[in-house]
């Protein structure tokens, strides 16, 4: 059956605030700039851009934040029938960035009474989930009920039409109430789920300790996903498939001004490449080039690549 949708990413939107003046500490900041932010939602930007036909499964603040944030999705073409908004009050989150320098860059996040947390069960329709390939969760979505319920309700939907889902760990420290927590309800989806990816440290909450990544991936082979990636920061990343093989995904290199970002313009750039019949080492590549020229932009959202501007950062470092 041809379905209607690539990918429908799942979770929360919020605003970027990201500081004008850098190279210096929040205190220091007097201006910002506003883009739409949240990492399943910027998954969802730049996985449009790159030309997928992408929905958005989310609740966003019933005032000026939550318009600007649904008709910036909708002009990107990003399919909004399903990004509810708010009638009890809940607000959109805020993320405001300090850019110290390009490798001491923080986030600080608003997230007191957050829409996205309060999306509920009964408001997930089955017959959107069925029309796509792929739904993308967002780890941070299961931090709180009823979006962690209705998180799961989505996934039972995925499983019974057969949907593949891509489980993003996106760990947000602020939403969390304990370690403890992260660790029961992230291994509950991990284990859910096809395709699981985060960073080292990711995998480290959902597995509440030190880990190491064979020992990860051993402990996630015995359940569903077939692949697991692993990011390593500035190190690269590797993927791992479930018949043995593990990939090796290098960096390229980047005139860094920031590096929030980077997770999400990885993400869409792996999952694109995936979706289009590339093998998992060239979408390591697509990966880490879409990282590199987001690092080098000053948002996360806007600046998400073309796939004409991935393959020719690719061509450019790989000669
Ligand atoms: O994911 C968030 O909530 C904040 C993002 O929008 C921000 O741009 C970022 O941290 C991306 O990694």
């Known amino acids: 059956m041809e379905k209607q949708f690539d990918l429908i990413t799942v979770g929360r939107a919020c605003i970027d605030l990201n500081a004008v003046e850098y190279n210096r500490p ?5 201006t910002f700039a506003k883009y739409v932010g949240g990492s399943p939602v910027n998954i969802a930007i730049g996985t449009s851009k790159l030309g997928m036909k992408v929905g958005f499964i989310g609740k966003v603040s019933n005032d000026q934040h939550g318009r600007f944030i649904k008709k910036y999705m ?24 300090e850019i110290k320098s390009p490798q001491e860059c923080s986030i600080l996040m608003y997230r007191e009474n957050v829409a996205d947390l309060y999306l509920r069960p009964e408001e997930i329709q089955e017959d959107y989930i069925k029309k796509t390939k792929k ?14 319920e209705a998180v799961f309700q989505v996934v039972k939907y995925a499983r019974k039409h057969n949907v593949e889902i891509l489980f993003e760990l996106d760990y947000r420290y602020p939403t969390w109430k304990s370690d403890a927590e992260t660790s029961i309800y992230y291994s509950l989806m991990a284990e859910m789920a096809d395709v699981v990816i985060g960073t080292r440290d990711e995998f480290d909450k959902l597995e509440n300790k030190q880990g190491e990544n ?5 402990y996630l082979f015995q359940y569903r996903p077939k692949l697991i990636v692993i990011k390593h920061g500035v190190k690269g990343s590797y993927a791992y498939t479930k018949d043995g093989q593990i990939i090796d995904g290098k960096v390229y290199k980047s005139n860094v001004l920031k590096t929030f970002g980077a997770g999400d313009s990885y993400a869409s750039a792996f999952l694109y490449a995936l979706s289009h019949g590339k093998s998992i080492e060239v ?7 879409a990282a590199a020229i987001v690092v080098s932009k000053h948002s996360s959202s806007e600046a998400m690549p ?11 470092q790989d000669k």
């Open 306 to 316: 073309t796939v004409a501007a991935i393959e020719a950062l690719i061509k450019e």
């Open 214 to 218: 064979n020992e990860t991936v051993a």
């Open 135 to 148: 739904i993308l969760i967002s780890g941070t979505a299961l931090a709180g009920s009823p979006s962690r």
């Open 74 to 97: 909708a002009d990107v073409g990003i399919n909004t029938d399903h990004t509810i908004f708010d009638q009890e009050g809940h607000t959109s989150g805020m993320v405001f960035t």
């Open 283 to 289: 979408a390591l590549k697509f990966g880490a080039a």
């Open 26 to 30: 929040m205190e220091d900041t007097m």
